[in-house]
C-alpha cells in the first residue's frame, strides 16, 4: 500500500487533503507541529513536565489536539482513543501537515514476571493481532497479515533506548526492551496468552502494530515509549491485584520520567 493512494482513495469521493486532516483531527494541517505525541487515552496533564498545553480541537472531539510548549521543543500533543481503529484515524491524517517525528505514548501490559507494573518499555516490534492494519498493508484488502511483524524507526529507536537508559538509571527505573503483541480485544485476549507467548512476546497492547505500520507508509519516523499497566503472569490484571506501591511506581515513572525521555529524543532526532 501507497499513502498517495489512499489520499487519491478519499479524493476520488469528492474530499481534499485538508478535508483529511480536519475530519480527523478537527484542527487545519497547518496547526500540526513537526514534533508529535500521540496517546490512545492521556492526556497532556498526564504529562505535566512536557510544557504548557493549549487544547486545539474543540472540547467536544472524540480525538483530543493540544499544542505544547516547553523552553525549547513545541509539539503537538494527539489523543486518539483506544484500540487500532481510533488510532488510525488520528494518526494517519499526520501524512498530510508537516510532522517529521512522531513519540507513541501509553500503557502496556506485562507477559513476564520480570517486566513489573511502572517499569518502561520500548518495543523493538509488534507482532499485529489486529484487523486494521489489513486496511493499509496492501492493495488487495483480503491479505492477511496477522501475525507479521512491524518494527519503529531505528534511528528514533536508538535515540529512545538511549535517554530511556540514561534517565532511568538516574532514577533507579528499571526499563526494557519490549516484543510486542497488538491485540483487538482485552477480555478475548487472556484465553490465547499461551500462543502469544509462543509468538515470541513478552508484552501486549492494542495499537502498536497499526502505528508502526502506518508511521512508515507516511514515511514518518515513529518510536512508541510504554509504562507497564499490569503483569498477566503475575495475576496483577487491569481488574485486580495491584498493590498501592505498584501504582504509586507507575504515577511516578509516567509523571516524572516520561516528560524527560520524550524531550530528549525529540532534542537528539532534530536535524
Known sequence: MDYNKLLSGMKKYGSTEQDICTYGLSVTPESIQENVVIAPWWEPDTLPGLGEAKRLSPPACAIGVWNIKSDDIEMTYIKT?????????????????????????????????????????????????????????????????????????????????????????????????????????????????????NMGCNVIEMETAVAFRAAELMKIPLVALFNVSDNTATNKSLVSGRTPEEMEYRWFTRRELFPKIILSIFANCIV
Open 81 to 197: 482513543g483506544i484500540g487500532a481503529p481510533m488510532f488510525l484515524e488520528g494518526l494517519l491524517p499526520l501524512g498530510v501537515t508537516k510532522c517529521k517525528r512522531i513519540i507513541f505514548v501509553g500503557s502496556v501490559g506485562s507477559l513476564d514476571p520480570g517486566i513489573n507494573i511502572g517499569d518502561i518499555v520500548i518495543p523493538e516490534f509488534s507482532v499485529c493481532g489486529d484487523g486494521t492494519s489489513r486496511y493499509i498493508s496492501s492493495d488487495d484488502l483480503t491479505r492477511d497479515v496477522f501475525g507479521e511483524k512491524v518494527y519503529p524507526d531505528a534511528r528514533m529507536f536508538d535515540s529512545a533506548t538511549t535517554a530511556t537508559a540514561r534517565i532511568c538509571d538516574e532514577n533507579k527505573v528499571k526499563w526494557h526492551k519490549g516484543k510486542n503483541f497488538s491485540t483487538d480485544t482485552i477480555v478475548g485476549q487472556f484465553a490465547h496468552i499461551d500462543t502469544i507467548l
